[in-house]
């Protein structure tokens, strides 16, 4: 599947999963746990690819997905509302800023 192929997040989510990289960092107080024993830091992680998809006739159907690389190497994903109204708070969104982006999105290496 080419990169021009990926315009939903179905077919996104699809990729991913059929890559085994479908690990979901979830949000809490602690940072992101992604079910492994260990929750993540900014500083643990670096976002390496971004999607971004609007809806087709409602603006609140907008979401991002953002596919992230911890520093032990495992390879996943957080999913949030796109535009002014974020899922997650705005603790969540803090916690999104600090991580490094690796490259431009242009440039990331981390091809569906």
């Known amino acids: 599947m080419e990169t021009g192929d990926l315009t939903t997040l179905t077919s996104v989510m699809e990729k991913l999963r059929e890559r085994k990289l479908d690990t979901e960092f ?3 107080e602690k940072g992101f746990n992604a079910g492994k024993g260990k929750d993540y830091q900014p500083g643990d992680l670096k976002i390496i690819r971004t999607y971004r998809f609007e809806g087709d006739s409602n603006p609140d159907d907008s979401s991002v997905l953002y596919v992230i690389k911890a520093d032990d ?3 996943g994903y957080t999913l949030d509302a796109y535009g002014a109204v974020s899922n997650h708070g705005p603790e969540y969104n803090n916690f999104m800023r600090n991580i490094p982006v ?3 999105e242009d440039q990331i290496e981390f091809d569906l």
Do not use: D, T, Y
Request: hydrophobic share 35%; aromatic share 12%; proline share 0%.
């Open 102 to 104: 690796e490259g431009r």
């Open 26 to 28: 979830k949000w809490s």
């Open 73 to 75: 190497g495992l390879i």
